[in-house]
């Protein structure tokens, strides 16, 4: 694989929002995660020999399935006990979490504001275009959980609301 490539590739994931990528080909097998981790391994020649007795196979090995969202390394996990009842609002694209419509403008919500259904909560900017994220509920914002300016991922929570 060339620099040129390989530059290619993790172009490609970022502009995308991968988290990890893992590439296998007959020389190397490399393994790059969101973060900057990179992990290349060649892969050793084998020389033909006659393959063993045929070993059961797994009844489930699921190598394709996308790995379910998780909150990214430093997150505060919401705690239940602290907002029994609430309901938690992810972010449903990766991005940049915002919290005003522009730098100098107030923020859509505080902690302790009331809020309906589809009012909009913040923004996340991914790719360039700004994506209002609404309430999924009427009630009360108790805890916002991510800052503003931040970097989310798919499936994060961003705030917990306790219906009304």
């Known amino acids: 694989m060339t620099p040129k490539e390989l530059r290619q590739i993790l172009q490609a994931l970022v502009e995308h929002g991968v988290s ?11 393994t790059v995660r969101r973060g900057g981790e990179v992990q290349m391994v060649a892969v050793p020649q084998v020389v033909a020999a006659p393959a063993p007795a045929a070993a059961p196979i797994p009844a489930a090995v699921p190598e394709l399935a996308p790995a379910p969202p998780s909150a990214p390394k430093g997150a505060t996990p919401p705690e239940e006990d602290a907002c029994p009842g609430c309901v938690e609002v992810r972010a449903p694209i990766v991005g940049t979490f915002y919290r005003a419509p522009a730098p100098d403008a107030p923020p859509y919500v505080q902690e302790g504001d009331r809020v309906e259904k589809g009012q909009v909560l913040c923004i996340i900017e991914a790719m360039k275009l700004m994506n209002e994220i609404e309430s999924e509920v009427s009630g009360i914002v108790r805890k916002i959980l991510v800052q503003n300016g931040e970097p989310v991922e798919y499936g994060q929570p961003l705030f917990l609301i306790q219906p009304v």
Request: no cysteine; aromatic share 10%; glycine share 0%.
């Open 20 to 30: 990890e990528l893992t590439l296998e080909t007959p020389d190397y097998k490399l």
